[in-house]
T-cell receptor
Framework: DAGVIQSPRHEVTEMGQEVTLRCKPISGHNSLFWYRQTMMRGLELLIYFNNNVPIDDSGMPEDRFSAKMPNASFSTLKIQPSEPRDSAVYFC???????????????FGPGTRLTVL | AQTVTQSQPEMSVQEAETVTLSCTYDTSESDYYLFWYKQPPSRQMILVIRQEAYKQQNATENRFSVNFQKAAKSFSLKISDSQLGDAAMYFCALRGYGQNFVFGPGTRLSVLP
C-alpha cells in the first residue's frame, strides 16, 4: 500500500495568497483527519471526516480555513487568505473502517511544510 | 475532556541501553485506546505501539513495550537495546469514544553513540 499521500510536500507562499493542501487517504479507509503541527502549539486536530462527511471541525482556527472531502479518495484543506501565523506542518491521517482490527489507529501522511512570508 | 501529559520534554540514552518514556492521561471513558507515535527528523509520524484499555496485558512490539497502569492512568514506553535510529520525538496519544485523538506534547529522545 502506498500509505497516505500528501501534496505538495513543501509550499512557500506570500501573505494573502490562497493555499490548497491535498491528501489521498489509504484505500479502504473511511476516516480522514487534518492536523497542524507547530513548535508553540504542538499537534492540533483541525477537522475530521467519516465517510466523507465532516464530523468535527471545532479545531479549524477561523473562517479562512476550509476543508472538503468530495470522495473517499481525496481531501483538500484550503487557507484563504493565508497569513504568516499559518506557517506550520500540516498532516493528513486516515483510519480504517469499523470492523477492522486496527480501526482505532491513525496512519499519517508525510506532511506538508507550509511557509507564509 | 481528555488530556495527555508527557512530563519529560527531553531524554537521552546510551546506545544499546534501555530508556523509559512517561505518559499520563485523563479520561472519563472506560473504553479507549492508547498509542505511541514516533516522529523522526523526516517528520513522518510512525505508529510504534498501541494498547487497548480493556486488555490487561501490556503490548509489545519487538524492542518496544509499554507499562499500562489503568488505575493510575499511566502509559509508559520502554525501548530496549536502543539504536541510533530510535532518536526522534515520541508522542503519546489517547483515543476515546469516537474518532478524536488527543496527543501529548512529545518527548525528544536522543541516542548517544
Amino acid at each position: 500500500d502506498a500509505g497516505v499521500i500528501q501534496s505538495p510536500r513543501h509550499e512557500v507562499t506570500e501573505m494573502g495568497q490562497e493555499v490548497t493542501l491535498r491528501c489521498k487517504p489509504i484505500s479502504g479507509h473511511n476516516s480522514l483527519f487534518w492536523y497542524r503541527q507547530t513548535m508553540m502549539r504542538g499537534l492540533e486536530l483541525l477537522i475530521y471526516f467519516n465517510n466523507n462527511v465532516p464530523i468535527d471541525d471545532s479545531g479549524m482556527p477561523e473562517d479562512r480555513f476550509s476543508a472538503k472531502m468530495p470522495n473517499a479518495s481525496f481531501s483538500t484543506l484550503k487557507i484563504q487568505p493565508s497569513e504568516p501565523r499559518d506557517s506550520a506542518v500540516y498532516f493528513c491521517a486516515s483510519s480504517p473502517r469499523s470492523g477492522t482490527s486496527d480501526t482505532d489507529t491513525q496512519y499519517f501522511g508525510p506532511g506538508t511544510r507550509l511557509t507564509v512570508l | 475532556a481528555q488530556t495527555v501529559t508527557q512530563s519529560q520534554p527531553e531524554m537521552s540514552v546510551q546506545e544499546a541501553e534501555t530508556v523509559t518514556l512517561s505518559c499520563t492521561y485523563d479520561t472519563s471513558e472506560s473504553d479507549y485506546y492508547l498509542f505511541w507515535y514516533k516522529q523522526p527528523p523526516s517528520r513522518q509520524m510512525i505508529l510504534v505501539i498501541r494498547q487497548e484499555a480493556y486488555k490487561q496485558q501490556n503490548a509489545t512490539e519487538n524492542r518496544f513495550s509499554v507499562n499500562f497502569q489503568k488505575a493510575a492512568k499511566s502509559f509508559s514506553l520502554k525501548i530496549s537495546d536502543s539504536q541510533l535510529g530510535d532518536a526522534a520525538m515520541y508522542f503519546c496519544a489517547l483515543r476515546g469514544y469516537g474518532q478524536n485523538f488527543v496527543f501529548g506534547p512529545g518527548t525528544r529522545l536522543s541516542v548517544l553513540p
